[in-house]
């Protein structure tokens, strides 16, 4: 016996069917969205940000700027930048740029706690500053070895590279610091990946240490040009920017790494942007359009 099988379309005039179709269509598009990763460059030589995807292509974001290197992004968006003359700019999606804070100078890394406080690291003076969101800055902490690099961590706690010392500083949000792991003379910057494994920069020994959240350390990378970084995308790719050599490199998960770009004038400090801002705004979309056929 032949069965015939009746068809039954979707009734998009139906309110539930409707919120459904939206939200299934953004969860796709949005989907695509979030692997399109922008990683950021501070080049400290020619005075720009450059701005480059995981596939190599890139631009220049923002330029005009003296010396840069600390790089973070603000939760809307906003990237920050340290810059020689004492100041920290704070630049829109559009790459233009205006003073967020003054400084005592010689700032290095920069990073955003969950409340969106920015912390700056001051290479000369040994100290980190707390900023809140109206530019106003306190010494956050002191006596440090020459910092660069800060990261937070997933549970909230920043670590600080202390350049001269070699040393990693853990602190609490009262400031309170310990020893949390060696890297030797030289090291530049920090990352965690998704697994609370810390990555380190050396720019001397030109190779990038992996801590375990048990503090063993590996070497994951070596035979690298004064290195920077690491910064991760959203695939956990790393990326990391030699600061003699002039490129960026894009590595894997299990240390293989190759040229993304080259030929910049003295690239530093990285930061990606996960996800980018029109993912955000696509899933408000959704939600929007849910709320509006359920009135």
Request: contains cysteine.
């Amino acid at each position: 016996m032949k069965t015939n099988h009746q068809q039954h379309p979707v009734n998009l005039s139906n309110p539930f069917c409707t919120a459904l179709f939206a939200v299934f269509v953004l969860v796709l598009l949005a989907n695509g969205l979030a692997h399109a990763d922008n990683i950021y460059v501070s080049c400290f030589g020619s005075g720009t940000i450059m701005k480059l995807d995981s596939n190599g292509n890139w631009s220049t974001f923002a330029s005009g700027l003296n010396h840069p290197l600390g790089l973070a992004f603000d939760s809307s968006g906003n990237l920050y930048v340290a810059t020689a003359d004492s100041t920290i700019k704070k630049i829109n999606s559009s790459g233009n740029w205006s003073i967020f804070a003054s400084t005592s100078g010689n700032d290095n890394g920069l990073a955003f706690d969950s409340s969106g406080n920015l912390y700056a690291s001051c290479f000369a003076a040994g100290t980190i500053t707390k900023f809140n969101s109206s530019g106003n800055g306190t010494i956050f902490a002191s006596g440090l070895s020459s910092p660069q690099g800060l990261a937070f961590d997933s549970s909230g706690y920043l670590y600080a590279a202390n350049y001269t010392s070699g040393a990693i500083t853990k602190f609490n949000s009262s400031g309170n610091g310990s020893f949390f792991a060696s890297d030797g003379y030289s090291i530049t910057g920090l990352g965690f990946d998704t697994s609370g494994n810390l990555y380190v920069s050396n720019y001397y020994d030109g190779t990038i240490a992996k801590f375990d959240l048990s503090r063993n350390k590996t070497i994951f990378a070596s035979g690298l040009d004064h290195p920077y970084g690491p910064a991760f995308d959203s695939s956990g790719y790393i990326y990391i920017a030699n600061a003699v050599g002039g490129t960026v490199e894009k590595f894997d998960s299990s240390g293989n790494g190759s040229i993304l770009a080259s030929g910049w004038n003295g690239p530093t400090f990285i930061a990606t942007q996960i996800p980018e801002p029109a993912t955000l705004l696509l899933l408000g979309l959704g939600a929007a359009i849910v709320r509006k056929r359920h009135r």
